[in-house]
C-alpha cells in the first residue's frame, strides 16, 4: 500500500513537473487553437511534411538571436493571423432567392464568427506577449526592414554610405571585441570560482 501511494505521487509531481515547459499556453488558448485546427484541416501527409512554417534552426543560437526571431515570428503570425481574418466570409443578409436554407446558412455564419472569434482571440494573445515581451525586437525590426528598402542605385545614398563607413565599421569592430571580452572575463570567473571551491 505505501509502494502504491509513493508510486502515485512520484506520478503526480512527475506529471506536474513536465506541464512547467508548456503552462504559458493556457486551456482556453489551446482549445481555440484545436477549434481553429478543425476549421483549417489538411492532410497529415501535408502538415508532417518536412517543412515546417518556422525553421527551429534559428532557436539554436544564442538568447540574443532567439529573442530577435521570436519577435520576427510573432510579428509573422500577427500578418497572417490579420489576412486569415481577412479571408473569412463576411456575414451578409439572408435573401429571398437564395439557394441555401436558412439552416445552412445559419450554420455557416456561426462557424464563421466562430473562427472569426478565435482568430481574434489568438490575435490578441500574440500582440499582448510581442508588446510586452518583445518591443525591443520589434523596433529592431523595424530598423532592419528600412535597411532592405537603402535605395542603393542612388549616388547620394551611396555618398552618404561611404562617409558613414569608417563609423559603422569601428562600431561593428569593438562590438565584437566587447563580447569576446565578456566571453573571457566569464571564462576567467568560472575557472576562479572552481578553483576556489575545489
Known amino acids: 500500500m505505501v509502494a502504491m501511494a509513493r508510486a502515485v505521487v512520484c506520478l503526480f509531481l512527475w506529471l506536474s513537473v513536465c506541464q512547467v515547459r508548456s503552462s504559458h499556453i493556457n486551456v482556453e488558448m489551446n482549445r481555440t487553437i484545436q477549434n481553429l485546427l478543425?476549421?483549417?484541416?489538411?492532410?497529415?501527409?501535408?502538415?508532417?511534411?518536412g517543412k515546417p512554417v518556422f525553421?527551429?534552426?534559428?532557436?539554436?543560437?544564442?538568447m540574443e538571436m532567439k529573442k530577435l526571431f521570436m519577435g520576427a515570428v510573432l510579428e509573422t503570425y500577427e500578418k497572417l493571423i490579420d489576412k486569415m481574418l481577412k479571408q473569412?466570409?463576411?456575414?451578409?443578409?439572408?435573401?429571398?432567392?437564395?439557394?441555401d436554407g436558412p439552416?445552412?446558412?445559419v450554420t455557416a455564419a456561426d462557424?464563421?464568427?466562430?473562427?472569426r472569434t478565435g482568430l481574434?482571440?489568438?490575435?490578441n494573445k500574440i500582440k499582448m506577449l510581442r508588446q510586452h515581451r518583445y518591443r525591443e525586437q520589434g523596433v529592431l525590426l523595424q530598423e532592419l526592414q528600412t535597411l532592405q528598402h537603402i535605395q542603393m542605385d542612388k549616388h547620394v545614398v551611396q555618398s552618404k554610405a561611404l562617409w558613414e563607413l569608417p563609423w559603422l565599421y569601428e562600431e561593428a569592430s569593438s562590438l565584437?571585441?566587447?563580447m569576446q571580452r565578456r566571453r573571457r572575463r566569464r571564462r576567467q570567473t568560472r575557472r576562479l570560482k572552481s578553483q576556489l571551491s575545489g
Open 38 to 49: 478543425q476549421h483549417y484541416k489538411i492532410r497529415n501527409v501535408e502538415r508532417f511534411d
Open 55 to 62: 525553421s527551429r534552426n534559428a532557436l539554436a543560437g544564442k
Open 88 to 99: 473569412l466570409p463576411t456575414s451578409s443578409p439572408q435573401t429571398t432567392g437564395s439557394n
Open 103 to 105: 439552416a445552412s446558412s
Open 111 to 115: 462557424a464563421s464568427g466562430d473562427v
Open 120 to 123: 481574434k482571440y489568438i490575435l
Open 176 to 178: 565584437s571585441d566587447e
